[in-house]
């Protein structure tokens, strides 16, 4: 850690085959100035997670986090302004077969600054997992929806990808994902990896920055890899 005094501790409780409680705390404190923070500061991070697994098929994970740091008031005035951000995590999973299953997820964020108003974030999103033992083919299937506020309140959450790749966009905004992502085995040592994406905005013309802003209000990316051992 560069410019940075702290304290963490975590914690793994295992009460049973069932219930499970993960959870931490990590105080710190920077001395000098740091990235939007024009003086010493400090702040907190508390985490706690708690996964119920009744059954082999059945998953239910709960989750909560709450940071609380400092950063330059917005209108560059002399002091700090405090700033909190909560987010609240729901997921389910269920193994509908050998072959299938399924996973759910909703999550909130809220974000406060000083005085300003506070700001909201929302994601859920439906996952469909095929991966039948010893087949040529398998695949996961993704639909979302998100909305928040603005850059504050965005979400993150990893996405399946391509063999070696891996995603984690950063949801921001008002609209739609759904992305396909599949693998299929052409002989013995070669595989084939495909993966389409789209990402639809509501109400923006364009979308994007810099020199990656394209116009529409869609963006749409296609992987393909092809592996020989």
Known sequence: AVNERGFYSGLAIKFNRQ??????SDFFRFPWLKFRVDGPSSGYE????????????????GR????????????????LDIVEKQNL???MTYKISNDFSIRNRAEIVRYHKGALNP??????FQDIIFDPMGSKISGNIRFAIFET??????IYSYENDV??????PAYQGK???????????ISRGTDLWLRYALISYANQETNGTGGDTINGNKRSDIRLQLRFQ
Do not use: A, M
């Open 19 to 24: 219930w499970e409680l993960y959870t931490y």
């Open 46 to 61: 508390l985490f706690g997670q708690i996964t119920y697994t009744p059954g082999k098929r059945f998953k239910l994970i």
């Open 64 to 79: 909560f986090r709450q940071q609380i740091r400092e950063e330059n008031t917005e209108d560059s005035g002399p002091g």
């Open 89 to 91: 995590r729901v997921e």
């Open 119 to 124: 700001e909201f974030g929302f994601l859920s």
């Open 149 to 154: 506020s603005g850059f504050n309140t965005r």
């Open 163 to 168: 063999l070696y790749s891996y995603s984690v």
């Open 175 to 185: 609209g739609l994902r759904f992305y396909i992502n599949g693998r299929y085995t």
